[in-house]
């Protein structure tokens, strides 16, 4: 770490636009207190690794109190730490420790919803009808002849209506679990909360946020209520379907008058602070959010939900390239967080598979091999740091951790298992503690069993069985983060002319050429030095199947 000295001064404001910032769900990173959930102090104690691996920052999924009816993104003090994690205390301790090994902290803010137990929501609840309290978030009476229906179609991203009736007959709206009440973005004491708790992680030296729902804070809340219809039902979907910034609830043009707003807070400070939206928008939308006036940066999902299939790739990496261009922004590369199949057996799911059903099957239909699932998950990670822009990691993914598909039911916590009415099993399978050591309870997750249990394969993917292993996944990790960085130069790429079918080939610089091979037989190897390789080639001058190669 001494060629990468901390710079946490203003002389580099854009450190984030080629960065790696890797993920860290707290409840499954590190537990150092022995309760089953991972927490700041677990993480603190781990850092190393991070810093090790070579990662420019950690983003920090919420460690706010919570009752974990949505695995913390219910949250019900933000700006506060939640008691089984540790304390205010502990969360200064961990950026102190981030800062003083050269990394960068992200934390993940959540200002589409509070949890039901929010003191603003109880507040309401006890205040009732036509109270300045309910004006908080967004209660309306019912249809139907005694109230009994719900105020309009709209549906839950996590399955049923979007509405929940009190006790006094109103509604309120929850575009996710009941537990997580809409805020009417519309009432300026909401909007002054936020600005606040923005100003509180600011700071404490957290250099930047992770905008959760970023799409979803504005909404159509004038009467009556628009119906959506046959498209209440398709959630984001119905963006495909409707003029662009006309949906009642997702991607509404008024959105970006708040981050217009956010951003006089983010560059008061230096340096100053970034932010990147989670937006499930499509690419000229996406944009938006991304300008320098706004969040100045946004995540490329059509990337991650790419097939493993080279002219899907090249068409969303030059589409994702050109957005940020258009943005002023810097590309963003994603392929596996806590709510996605992880991407070494998600990528080897045949087309057109339903992975809910997957996953309903537990991983058994079809079954996935699990060292070809590595195999193109390694070929997929170095393509994805090749390509300009930020690439976002998920922990566990330098292990090579495949999805846990087959967690049986009545351990389950994801709230999606109930309110689908048990046909969607939801995202626990991502999120399995970690394993650290090839032995003991919860294999160095902490001194008992994790809140998840894992499967008895992790103690081969633990942390001690591939530190200086050579080829292990962890090391080819690290070998490219080092590499990365010191290959970097421009936020362009070119594509080499006359690649084979099924081949994505590009430079980044004269010294930085990567080639993959997506498809199903050998290509030649083009000729220069090999630096890296997701795989050991075999010395015949040929590029195997799910291989990526970077070449000088």
């Known amino acids: ?39 700041l102090r677990g993480l603190t104690q781990r850092l190393s690794h991070l810093a090790a691996l070579g ?89 139907g002849a005694h109230g009994e229906l719900p105020p309009t179609d709209w549906q839950s991203v996590f399955g049923g209506s979007a509405w929940q009736r009190v006790a006094d007959g109103e509604w309120y709206l929850h575009l996710f679990a009941p537990e997580q009440p809409d805020l009417n973005w519309d009432n300026e004491e909401v909007r002054a909360d936020f600005r606040a708790t923005l100003r509180f992680w600011s700071d404490r030296g957290v250099d930047g946020f992770r905008v959760d729902v970023a799409h979803g804070l504005a909404k159509d809340l004038t009467e009556p209520l628009r119906d959506l219809g046959a498209l209440g039902t398709a959630g984001e979907a119905a963006l495909r379907h409707l003029s662009p910034g006309s949906h009642p609830y997702w991607d509404r043009d008024e959105v970006h008058e708040i981050y217009r707003d956010w951003r006089k807070i983010f560059d008061a400070y230096r340096p100053p602070r970034m932010a990147v939206a989670e937006a ?62 992880r991407h070494a057996s998600r990528l080897m799911l045949p087309p057109g598979t339903d992975p809910e059903a997957w996953l309903l099957a537990h991983g058994a239909a079809p079954a996935v091999d699990p060292a070809a699932g590595l195999r193109r998950a390694r070929a997929a990670t170095l393509l994805m740091l090749a390509l300009p822009g930020s690439a976002y990691l998920y922990q566990g993914e330098e292990l090579g951790l495949p999805e846990v598909a087959d967690l049986p ?13 048990h046909t969607r099993k939801g995202r626990d399978g991502c999120r399995v503690p970690l394993p650290w050591t090839t032995a003991g309870p919860s294999y160095g997750f902490g001194p008992g069993a994790g809140w998840l249990p894992q499967p008895a394969s992790f103690a081969g993917y633990a942390v001690q069985a591939q530190a200086g292993v050579e080829g292990s ?66 010395g015949d001058g040929g590029l195997p199947p799910d291989t990526t190669v970077w070449l000088a």
């Open 280 to 341: 499930w928008v499509p690419g000229a939308r996406r944009a938006l959010y991304a300008r320098p006036d706004e969040l100045g940066q946004a995540f490329n999902f059509e990337y991650l939900q790419a097939g493993w299939d080279a002219a899907e790739l090249r068409e969303i990496i030059a589409g994702e390239l050109a957005t940020a261009r258009s943005a002023g922004a810097s590309a963003t590369w994603v392929l596996s967080n806590h709510d996605v199949v």
């Open 55 to 143: 990662v420019d920052a950690l983003w920090l999924s919420p460690f706010y109190p919570s009752e974990l009816a949505d695995g913390g993104y219910d949250v019900i003090d933000p700006r506060g730490v939640d008691e089984r994690l540790g304390t205010l205390d502990d969360f200064d301790a961990l950026v102190g420790e981030a800062h003083r090994l050269g990394l960068k902290v992200v934390v993940d803010i959540v200002p589409n919803h509070t949890s039901h137990l929010h003191r603003w929501f109880r507040e309401a609840l006890r205040a009732g009808p036509g109270s300045a309290a309910r004006e908080r978030y967004v209660f309306r009476p019912g249809r």
């Open 473 to 538: 996944t962890l090391e080819l990790y690290r070998t490219a983060l080092r590499l990365r960085r010191k290959l970097l130069d421009g936020e362009t790429l070119t594509w080499t002319p006359g690649a084979p079918a099924g081949v994505l080939d590009f430079t980044r610089t004269e010294a930085w050429r990567c080639v993959t091979n997506l498809g199903t037989e050998p290509v030649p190897l083009p000729p220069g030095e090999v630096l890296l390789s997701s795989t050991p080639l075999p």
């Open 409 to 421: 039911t009545e351990v389950l916590q994801d709230p999606i298992w109930e309110q689908t009415g």
């Open 1 to 39: 770490m001494a060629d990468r000295p901390p710079d946490l001064s203003s002389r580099n404001p854009d450190w984030w636009r080629q960065a790696v910032i890797y993920q860290v769900y707290p409840r499954s990173f590190a537990d150092a207190d022995g309760d089953g959930l991972g927490d």
